[in-house]
């Protein structure tokens, strides 16, 4: 008995578990006692008490960053329409639409697969975002400034255009952006009397080549709880 209760004692006063994120730590209180054997000879034995086990939380693991998959249909489907208009053989082929088909979309085609390479869509806790493919950030957005990093909460619309199962654009309508910028570009119509009457809400238009899979990036507006009209 007396073995059991040392080793009780010692257990307890070392006992501190660390698991999956939480620390758990026991506050004992050991107290000393001195009592008679059956045989009269005196001994000492440990009674044990504690006085709390209280748990806490020391951390939690960020939820990692979502990196959606770049897609290169755009690109391949406009090099595709610069090879119908430009390619010996083609019934589409001249010299003039050589000059005014084939040799700009080639080019937008190239440059489009150039923009799926380098650039990638991310949600991570707080905000969707547009970095580079090395995750660093791809500066400032390049019609109203400020970085291209926006919260949830601010989004207030989404879509694909011209539809979801023949995307080409992704846009959205944000509200992080100063007030003053709303109107700018597509803006003027997109927050213009009628469009605001039709049940549109003010903000700050975005429309992006859609270079990565669209169907995570509407899924993930969704999962984060983006409003959507």
């Known amino acids: 008995m007396i ?3 040392a080793l009780l004692s010692f257990v307890l006063l070392l006992a501190s578990d660390v698991s999956d994120g939480f620390t758990t ?15 009269g000879r005196p001994f000492d034995f440990n009674n044990v008490s504690v006085r709390s086990v209280v748990p806490f939380k020391t951390s939690l693991a960020a939820a990692p960053t979502e990196i959606i998959d770049p897609s290169y249909n755009l ?19 001249s010299n003039l639409s050589t000059i005014l088909g084939g040799i700009p979309l080639a080019l937008f085609g190239l440059f489009l697969a150039y923009q799926t390479t380098t650039i990638r869509f991310t949600f991570d806790d707080k905000n969707f975002s547009l970095v580079k493919a090395n995750m660093e ?8 400034g400020g970085e291209n990093v926006w919260a949830y909460d601010k989004i207030v619309n989404y879509d694909l255009f011209p539809s979801r199962s023949f995307p080409i654009l992704v846009y959205f309508k944000e509200t992080q952006t100063p007030e003053e910028f709303w109107n700018v570009g597509p803006g ?3 927050n ?14 975005h429309f992006f080549p859609a270079i990565a899979n669209t169907e995570e ?3 993930g507006f969704e999962k984060h709880g983006c409003a959507k009209l």
């Open 192 to 205: 213009s009397p009628e469009a605001i009457a039709k049940g549109a809400v003010p903000g700050q238009v």
């Open 3 to 5: 073995a059991g209760k």
């Open 75 to 93: 690109a391949l489907g406009s090099l595709a329409l610069a090879a119908a208009f430009a390619l010996p053989g083609s019934p589409l082929k």
């Open 137 to 144: 950030s791809s500066g400032e957005n390049f019609v109203v």
């Open 217 to 219: 990036i509407i899924n």
């Open 25 to 39: 730590t026991s506050h004992v209180k050991v107290t000393s006692s001195r009592s008679q054997s059956p045989m």
């Open 188 to 190: 003027e119509k997109a």
